[in-house]
């Protein structure tokens, strides 16, 4: 079967919204047995759901990573998804998701896209993963974790995740029941910024200094297989930054930033301007086209104009949908929230993000 084209979008019909918190749901997607393989997903990957406003409004994306199990490699692709939707103060689709959609509305879907993931069947047969998550960044890792424990069956994953509240904490009962499924093979430390809890860790946030007291103890550090941080931007740079001075590989740390205060654009000292004129000539499902990039248009949207199935979602370097290669000339990217320092030396950048240096650049967004 052909690989699912880029930014395709598929109408999947809401099974059920289940109320986690009292500002998150969950939306249990139905897939109907014709797209089950374009919706085969790895564990960590994310679905972008799009809304068109009424009356001819602005077109609305969100990203949101699939919170369900993957389906095994030799079994048939998924019959429903599932996304956790966290409420965010002004935010258009988390409120639409929220107070609006029901069970039986039709969403338009992207197929799954991402690259924090974890191939089960590419892990050591007994390797010992762990998580550092805040907040929402719970919904990848719960696939992650729940899709390698019951496929590798000597396999350990440690989850630290760090929450407001027990009232604010998303999929309590998952990750109870991925605790009672494997007692003896998943650990769990929560810990709450706002709230004492009867047993365990007192309150208060998990910055570095913490991170650097509580990770030796739970578990040899430098010997883990993989981590993976997930959550805002601040707890994931602090968990690298504690990583890292306990010596762990910067090859076995993933990240997925799931919030992005105001944060300046990184621009590189040497990374030039843009031309008066440009061009960007881009392959998208195989097929190129040569366009012009207007004065302060991204290479995305120069793209867009012509090619309106072009991928993306947040347009704002952080889930990392439109990543494409650098095939020649010079770009400069303003922010990547998205990309691992491997992807960027190989060549690949964030579309959304990149604007031309010189005249002409060709990118790829199939490799």
């Given at each position: 079967?052909?690989?699912?084209?880029?930014?395709?979008?598929?109408?999947?019909?809401?099974?059920?919204?289940?109320?986690?918190?009292?500002?998150?749901?969950?939306?249990?997607?139905?897939?109907?047995?014709?797209?089950?393989?374009?919706?085969?997903?790895?564990?960590?990957?994310?679905?972008?759901?799009?809304?068109?406003?009424?009356?001819?409004?602005?077109?609305?994306?969100?990203?949101?990573?699939?919170?369900?199990?993957?389906?095994?490699?030799?079994?048939?692709?998924?019959?429903?998804?599932?996304?956790?939707?966290?409420?965010?103060?002004?935010?258009?689709?988390?409120?639409?998701?929220?107070?609006?959609i029901v069970a039986?509305?039709?969403?338009?879907?992207?197929?799954?896209?991402?690259?924090?993931?974890?191939?089960?069947?590419?892990?050591?047969?007994?390797?010992?993963?762990?998580?550092?998550?805040?907040?929402?960044?719970?919904?990848?890792?719960?696939?992650?974790?729940?899709?390698?424990?019951?496929?590798?069956?000597?396999?350990?994953?440690?989850?630290?995740?760090?929450d407001r509240t027990?009232?604010?904490?998303?999929?309590?009962?998952?990750?109870?029941?991925?605790?009672?499924?494997?007692?003896?093979?998943?650990?769990?430390?929560?810990?709450?910024?706002?709230?004492?809890?009867?047993?365990?860790?007192?309150?208060?946030?998990?910055?570095?200094?913490?991170?650097?007291?509580?990770?030796?103890?739970?578990?040899?550090?430098?010997?883990?297989?993989?981590?993976?941080?997930?959550?805002?931007?601040?707890?994931?740079?602090?968990?690298?930054?504690?990583?890292?001075?306990?010596?762990?590989?910067?090859?076995?740390?993933?990240?997925?930033?799931?919030?992005?205060?105001?944060?300046?654009?990184?621009?590189?000292?040497?990374?030039?301007?843009?031309?008066?004129?440009?061009?960007?000539?881009?392959?998208?499902d195989g097929r190129?086209?040569?366009?012009?990039?207007?004065?302060?248009?991204?290479?995305?949207?120069?793209?867009?104009?012509?090619?309106?199935?072009?991928?993306?979602?947040?347009?704002?370097?952080?889930?990392?949908?439109?990543?494409?290669?650098?095939?020649?000339?010079?770009?400069?990217?303003?922010?990547?929230?998205?990309?691992?320092?491997?992807?960027?030396?190989?060549?690949?950048?964030?579309?959304?993000?990149?604007?031309?240096?010189?005249?002409?650049?060709?990118?790829?967004?199939?490799?």
């Amino acid at each position: 079967m052909a690989a699912p084209r880029h930014g395709a979008f598929h109408p999947l019909t809401v099974a059920a919204v289940d109320r986690l918190t009292d500002d998150s749901v969950a939306l249990t997607l139905r897939v109907p047995e014709e797209l089950r393989e374009e919706y085969r997903h790895a564990p960590g990957q994310h679905l972008t759901l799009r809304r068109t406003a009424p009356e001819g409004g602005a077109e609305v994306r969100r990203t949101y990573s699939i919170c369900s199990p993957a389906p095994s490699a030799d079994g048939p692709g998924p019959a429903w998804l599932r996304v956790g939707v966290r409420l965010v103060e002004g935010g258009e689709f988390s409120t639409f998701a929220h107070k609006e959609i029901v069970a039986g509305d039709v969403l338009d879907v992207m197929v799954p896209a991402g690259r924090f993931v974890l191939d089960p069947a590419a892990a050591p047969a007994s390797g010992h993963y762990a998580a550092i998550v805040g907040g929402s960044g719970i919904t990848p890792v719960l696939s992650i974790a729940a899709s390698l424990l019951a496929a590798r069956p000597d396999a350990r994953f440690c989850l630290v995740r760090s929450d407001r509240t027990a009232a604010s904490t998303m999929f309590l009962e998952e990750v109870a029941d991925l605790k009672d499924r494997y007692p003896a093979r998943f650990q769990l430390v929560t810990v709450l910024s706002r709230e004492e809890q009867e047993s365990g860790l007192p309150s208060g946030r998990l910055d570095e200094e913490r991170l650097a007291a509580l990770l030796p103890a739970l578990l040899p550090v430098t010997e883990v297989t993989g981590w993976f941080l997930c959550g805002p931007y601040g707890l994931v740079q602090g968990a690298e930054r504690t990583l890292g001075s306990l010596g762990v590989a910067r090859t076995r740390v993933h990240e997925e930033i799931f919030h992005v205060e105001d944060t300046p654009p990184t621009v590189r000292a040497d990374a030039g301007t843009a031309p008066a004129h440009g061009r960007v000539t881009a392959r998208l499902d195989g097929r190129s086209g040569t366009w012009p990039v207007q004065d302060g248009e991204s290479l995305l949207d120069a793209v867009l104009r012509n090619r309106a199935d072009a991928p993306y979602a947040c347009k704002g370097g952080v889930c990392g949908t439109c990543r494409a290669f650098v095939v020649s000339g010079e770009v400069r990217m303003e922010r990547n929230f998205a990309l691992e320092a491997e992807e960027t030396d190989a060549g690949f950048v964030l579309a959304c993000q990149s604007h031309p240096v010189t005249e002409e650049v060709e990118i790829d967004f199939d490799r």
